[in-house]
């Protein structure tokens, strides 16, 4: 790689990185983004909504609205895993399989 490539890169990364910061767009998709893990997370409905408001509390405290996504997002493949092996151990339970 010559100097103009490299040059380029950071140019393009510090301007989506400075865009990404001035809009609220991560901070709103992550809050989101929780309450939906929570569901898949916890089968109980009330559970899921204390864990749902505990985890937008916890975003919101941290800085930087990339970090608040990808909070969000590991909270989000979390939840898909544990929904996920939930739906399997239901399917065993009552002799599905899925083969």
């Known amino acids: ?10 140019l393009v990364a510090t301007v989506g990185f400075a ?6 767009t991560f901070g709103s998709a992550a809050r989101s983004i929780v309450r939906r893990a929570a569901g898949w997370r916890y089968s109980d409905h009330e559970r ?4 749902a408001e505990e985890w937008a509390a916890l975003i ?3 800085p930087g609205q990339i970090m608040k996504l ?3 997002l590991s909270f989000l493949a979390f939840g898909l ?3 996920a092996q939930r739906a399997v151990g239901r ?9």
């Not at 865009?19 to 609220?24: G, H, I, K, M, P």
């Not at 899921?48 to 864990?51: I, L, P, T």
């Open 60 to 62: 919101e405290e941290r």
């Open 70 to 72: 990808m909070t969000a």
């Open 48 to 51: 899921a909504v204390v864990r």
């Open 19 to 24: 865009v990404s910061e001035a809009l609220d």
């Open 81 to 83: 895993a544990h929904g």
């Open 91 to 99: 399917a065993r339970l009552f002799g599905r399989s899925e083969a």
């Open 1 to 10: 790689m010559n100097v103009p490539d490299v040059l380029h890169i950071l």
